[in-house]
């Protein structure tokens, strides 16, 4: 029986061994799976795309936060305007000096209307909504009006660059949860009391000209341009819809023909499109914000040997070499291996402001080290600028 438990234990072993093996060589022959992204999530649609909107109007119904007639006249006037369209008879002489032909700012100190306010109301009109459909609007204080809170915004015409009303907007307003109220010489305010939003608060009245079903070719325009990636795309909508259905134009953009067997399926075929995986190229991209000390480096960023001096910094990155022999009786070659170190110190500063990294160094090392050592935005801004120049950073600067 001991004979017989010790076989079986060995074999348990040897066989865990031969499973621990297969499932090793598995993971090794797994195939790679690169970064990638749906078509839709990087590119739009030529022609399939949002309209800005923009209109003038009144909100009122305010708690004597609203402008100060003597100092908005524009809102007096456009009061009285609107009550005289509506068919109520306001005397609008007080408003006009006949000895110069002009407004006299003076005659409206005794005007006060003071829950009322003038506002810019915009809003993005999105593609392929009809007639009747409801959108959002952004409603902001254009005069010296201290909240909105409580107001109601009174029928806006809201027109495109073309000069064309697409809708009209009308309705309460929402601050989400801003607040400003002063009692005694004493204010509070909470978010931004001059801007408030209104869900659903436009109907448009005209749809955009843009008839989707008698589109022939289909242009896909990429959202960050790169030559790799349009490519990458075309291969991959060629494999799911036929050779030569798709061509790279330029970095940016890739035209589409439409299948005879998607001619009357057009949304479909976008469908299937849209949710195509691309495998995304981008350029070695550094951005700095100098205001907020945000250091944001891309992937594929490198630096080559250089030295940099910088106040009381020293900065070296240099290519070092190390012998690799190989163990006794391996068959192999004494071969050169190439290392990259990096090192950061702070002249007269204590011995353990001197930073040596391991080889294989990257620009985020290098930005782990200076940061270790409290430098401040300004300082790598001007590094940064310094590698940029010398040609040592192998890429794009952004500054904003």
Known sequence: MMAGDAIMNYTRHWLKVILILAAFVM?????????????????????????????????????????????????????????????????????????????DVRMLRDVRVENVAAVMVTAELPPFVRQGGKIDVVVSSLGDAKSLQGGTLLLTPLKAANGEVFAVAQGPLSLGGGYGERVSRVSETRSHPTAARISGGAMVEKEVGFDFSKVEKLTISLTYPDFTTTQRAVEVINTALGANTAKALDSSAIEVSIPPQYAEKKVELVSKIEGLDISTDTMARVTLDERTGTVVIGENVKIS????????????????????????????????????????????????????????????????????????????????????????????????
């Open 27 to 103: 993971e090794l022959l797994a195939p790679v799976k690169a970064y990638s992204a749906r078509l839709k999530d990087i590119s739009s649609i030529e022609g399939v795309r949002t309209n800005q909107l923009i209109g003038y109007g009144l909100v009122v119904g305010l708690k004597n936060t609203g402008d100060k007639s003597h100092k908005s006249t524009f809102t007096i006037q456009t009061l009285l305007s609107m009550l005289e369209r509506l068919g109520t008879t306001v005397d609008v002489s007080q408003l006009t000096d006949k000895r110069v032909g002009v407004s």
């Open 305 to 400: 040997k250089v030295a940099i001096s910088h106040g009381n910094l020293v900065i070296k990155v240099e290519d070092v070499s190390k012998a690799s022999q190989p163990k006794p009786f391996a068959g192999g070659q004494t071969v050169v291996v190439p290392k990259t170190l990096l090192t950061v110190e702070e002249l007269g500063g204590k011995s353990e402001h001197l930073s040596v990294l391991e080889p294989g160094v990257n620009i985020s090392d290098m930005v782990k080290a200076l940061n270790a050592m409290g430098v401040s935005p300004r300082d790598l801004i001007a590094i940064f600028q310094a590698l940029k120049a010398s040609g040592a950073l192998k890429a794009q600067l952004d500054i904003i």
